[in-house]
């Protein structure tokens, strides 16, 4: 067997300041073989990002501290060899395509990394043309890169990594800042790289299920240290058995953990075969929800958009148009619809940032707007001076009040542009993509904090991608496309089937449930259905593996 | 959108490839001759060289695809050249000519102010107006990467450091624009100009610490020197080369000649003399000559019938420009020559 192209001997890492990055190493030991995919996981902080900087020689060279035991990367002591020797041998992406881009024109960016190695000009053309071949982005080459998408940007960053032929590519959560197409574009590119050109992978990824099939082994770091390394049939078990680590799980892996049935499922066509008992059974059935936000008709309007239209200013065409919508007091709205279909704009109009071109606007109270990136807000040096004590005791911050809002993790940042944009109270708050870049975890410290009672007479907007916590999260679902309403209905129906089914609801069609716990409820409900049948039949139950 | 958004979203323009000559032309190339419209500028005051640079700045951008784009960047940069020309009057005490006598202003104490130094004011500000519509022009068709190229050839670390300071005037602007719509979102007191600029900065600071990063895993630090193959002159480059040096030298040669001089005080004098039109058409010609050439479809593709008879009169027009220069010359030799001299001041003396 060939050299590890990364082994790590009881290594341990600690950044050097406080106000450094979170997240060091403890006493790690582990080895990444050529041509492995590797997927870490790990809460914020845990120390999964020094990982992968580590792989690349960031960890200690770029960011100091201190570090003990062995490491090395395709053979070379990370203590003698920095980020720019490693560089021929760990490609690397970041989170943020925008700051990983130096040149202008996406032929020269992907030719940068090899011009600093020194390559000829010949084999830097034909290792370009190679790269973009590979990537399917040859059309790229001669485009502008201010003029890219995130998706495509992140792909061109992607093509600088790997152009050099590396032996190992260091990914840290590559798609946090992408939306859910591109997302995909850029993971299978990772993937494809792996499979044909035996490059390992190591990949921090929080859209786990997406990844899972692929990896050879799951890495799960918890406080800088290695706490799981295993295949991911097993890793799913060891997340399964602890339930603060069921965060961890893919929604068909939660829904099965649930409903005790195991093995849990890699993929979702495993976790539809595991299921396909059910449904040759007893009907399933669907149990109440959790009724939170549940508009009901008297409940008095409190924005509304009437024949409401938007174009942005010197472009032909339409962002909005003929928008008819109005939101009641209470009410949880999903707002979906792929990349420029005019989320954005519409939360813009709701809050007044923007006047519309035709129709009207109207708010009968005031409408709180969170932009997606949360450190936009936060403009002082102290967490009091942001927001006033009542909203930042209502967050859960009022002893960070000292403190500068740059210091506060990324969950406490999120809290206090909350409660900066929450502290009059507005009788609607709009949040555009607050999940973007969040792991589970996170997402549902987000749900808790507006099922908060404080809000109970707020209506809430959210614009997102991401049906699993827009199924978590709304009643009612309206869909946008090219400008104008596709559709409006409720959850149960617009997230249960087409491309914006949740993942439980494209293993259960046809029953309404759409989140792991009602479907795992509706397991439940059907298996005890078929007991009771079975009792009176006197047949033994084909159930095997759910629990009542 | 608020104000502060939307100059932030005005200032995210950059190089645009849409075949006009000045993109096809090597960015060197291009660089001398924004640098000979450049020289004219600073060696001549006589507003109308500062008109003649200002339209073939205007002409070469609509010939490259871009005046929007330097029209929005100069009525960006049209308040600080208003500035300059409000400025002047009050910080310029001569000129004979006194409008407004014994003005008090706070701070400034008792004044006058003379149309001298109004029209001294007004001839800096469309100065500062040719110059900025020229570096507009300049950031929309000299393509960085290119030029950045040239320079890593002989310091690799300066090089990129440019190119990212070129590459995050966008970022930045958009990170502005995103801290003025989250600071308009925010109820009650809006926070003050000094902590929104603080955060700016510290934004900057933080994507300053990721670009590192991301150069570091790129084989920065190795700062191996660029080797690139030779690419042949074209004759897009062979054109805009003689027009930049032809306009250079007809700069020099009239300066040196004393043509269109300019007096601002103690009265405003410019000369406006048969010389002086010859010289303000030679430059315009000369500056003009290769946009001729045709613009490129945006595929980069010229039609070859159309570029050869293009290109012969552009080398024909080039050819009267060199005979004018010429006569510029024996211009100069001739300094006793008369010029007539155009008096702008048209009241009497104070």
Not at chain 1, 127 to 151: F, K, N, P, W
Request: hydrophobic share 45%; net charge neutral; proline share 5%.
């Amino acid at each position: 067997m060939s050299d590890p192209v990364l082994r790590l001997d009881r290594f341990s890492y600690r950044y050097p300041t406080e106000g450094g990055p979170a997240g060091g190493l403890k006493n790690v030991s582990l080895a990444i073989e050529p041509g492995e995919f590797v997927l870490v996981c790990g809460a914020s902080g845990s120390g999964k990002s020094t990982l992968l900087r580590a792989a690349g020689g960031l960890v200690p060279h770029h960011f100091g501290g201190t570090a003990a035991g062995e490491a090395t990367v395709c053979g070379r002591d990370l203590r003698t060899h920095g980020p720019a020797e490693l560089a021929a041998y760990c490609g690397t992406v970041l989170q943020d395509p925008e700051t990983q881009i130096v040149m202008g024109e996406v032929r020269y960016e992907i030719a940068f990394p090899l011009e600093n190695l020194g390559w000829a000009p010949s084999d830097v053309d034909r290792a370009v043309d190679r790269t973009a071949d590979a990537l399917g982005i040859r059309h790229l080459l001669r485009r502008r890169t201010a003029e890219l998408s995130g998706g495509e940007l992140q792909r061109v960053v992607l093509a600088a990594a790997i152009a050099a032929g590396p032996a190992l590519l260091a990914l840290d959560e590559p798609t946090s800042q992408l939306d859910p197409v591109a997302a995909g574009d850029l993971l299978a590119a990772a993937i494809t790289q792996n499979r044909d050109h035996d490059t390992a992978v190591l990949i921090a990824e929080h859209r786990i299920e997406r990844v899972l099939p692929a990896a050879d082994r799951v890495l799960v770091f918890e406080r800088g240290e290695l706490v799981c390394d295993a295949p991911p049939r097993e890793f799913l078990g060891w997340a399964a058995a602890t339930e603060s680590r069921a965060w961890l799980l893919t929604p068909s892996a939660r829904l099965c953990s649930l409903a005790n049935i195991t093995p849990l499922p890699v993929d979702h066509a495993e976790a539809a075969n595991s299921l396909s008992l059910i449904s040759e059974g007893s009907p399933l059935s669907v149990t109440a929800s959790s009724g939170i936000g549940e508009a009901t008709g008297a409940n008095a309007v409190e924005l509304e958009f009437r024949d409401t239209a938007y174009s942005f200013p010197g472009c032909d065409g339409s962002a909005l148009t003929g928008i008819d919508l109005s939101l009641r007091a209470g009410e949880r709205l999903a707002l979906m619809g792929a990349n420029g279909s005019g989320k954005s704009t519409l939360l813009r109009l709701a809050r007044g940032l923007i006047k519309p071109s035709d129709g009207t606007v109207e708010a009968s109270g005031s409408v709180g707007l969170l932009l997606q990136n949360p450190n936009d807000y936060l403009i002082h040096e102290r967490v009091a001076d942001e927001a006033p004590v009542g909203a930042l005791t209502r967050y859960g911050l009022e002893s960070y009040a000292d403190r500068d809002p740059r210091d506060l993790s990324g969950g406490e940042r999120q809290r206090l542009a909350l409660a900066i944009v929450t502290q009059e109270n507005p009788s609607v708050l709009l949040l555009d993509e607050p999940t973007r870049g969040m792991d589970r975890r996170r997402k549902s410290e987000l749900l808790e904090l507006l099922r908060a009672p404080s809000l109970n007479d707020c209506a809430v907007v959210l614009a997102t991608h991401d049906v699993e916590f827009a199924a978590e999260f709304a009643r009612r679902v309206v869909v946008l496309e090219d400008g104008r309403v596709a559709a409006d209905g409720p959850a149960v129906e617009v997230l249960a089937t087409g491309p914006l089914a949740t993942e439980t609801a494209r293993l259960m069609p046809g029953i309404g449930v759409l989140t792991p716990a009602h479907g795992a409820a509706a397991l439940a409900d059907a298996a005890a259905s078929a007991q009771a049948t079975a009792r009176r039949m006197r047949r033994p139950v084909a159930l095997s593996g759910i629990s009542t | 959108m608020n104000a502060a958004a939307g100059i932030a979203r005005a200032l995210t323009f950059g190089y645009r490839p849409r075949g006009g000559v000045l993109q096809r032309a090597r960015a060197t190339t291009s660089c001398g001759w924004f640098a000979a419209l450049g020289l004219v500028i600073v060696l001549y005051e006589n507003p109308l060289v500062s008109a003649v640079v200002l339209g073939v700045t205007l002409i070469a951008a609509v010939r490259c695809r871009v005046l929007r784009e330097v029209l929005l960047a100069v009525a960006v940069s049209a308040p600080l050249a208003v500035l300059v020309a409000l400025i002047n009057p009050i910080a310029s005490q001569q000129g004979l000519t006194v409008l407004v006598a014994d003005l008090r202003l706070p701070l400034v104490g008792s004044i006058e102010i003379t149309r001298e130094a109004v029209v001294y004011g007004l001839i800096l500000g469309l100065r500062a107006l040719a110059m900025f519509a020229v570096c507009a022009l300049y950031v929309c068709t000299v393509d960085p990467d290119q030029l950045l190229r040239v320079l890593r050839r002989r310091s690799v670390r300066s090089a990129i450091t440019a190119s990212l300071a070129v590459r995050f005037v966008p970022v930045l602007a958009r990170d502005g624009a995103r801290l003025a719509e989250a600071r308009s979102c925010r109820p009650g007191i809006k926070p003050g100009a000094a902590a929104v600029s603080r955060a700016v900065f510290a934004r900057s600071l933080d994507r300053a610490g990721d670009a590192a990063l991301a150069l570091e895993t790129r084989g920065y630090a190795l700062a191996v020197p660029l080797r690139e193959a030779h690419r042949p002159r074209r004759r897009v480059d062979w054109a805009v080369s003689a027009s930049a040096m032809l306009v250079a030298v007809i700069a020099i040669v009239g300066k040196s000649a004393g043509l269109a001089s300019f007096s601002d005080y103690p009265l405003t004098q410019a000369d406006l003399g048969p010389w002086e039109i010859v010289l303000i058409l030679a430059l315009g010609v000369t500056a003009l000559a290769p946009f001729t050439l045709p613009t490129a479809r945006l595929d980069g593709s010229v039609s070859a019938a159309s570029a050869s008879a293009t290109e012969v009169s552009a080398a024909s027009v080039l050819t009267t420009s060199a005979s004018v220069t010429s006569v510029s010359a024996s211009a100069a030799c001739n300094v006793a020559a008369p010029s007539a001299s155009t008096d702008l001041s048209t009241g009497g003396a104070a």
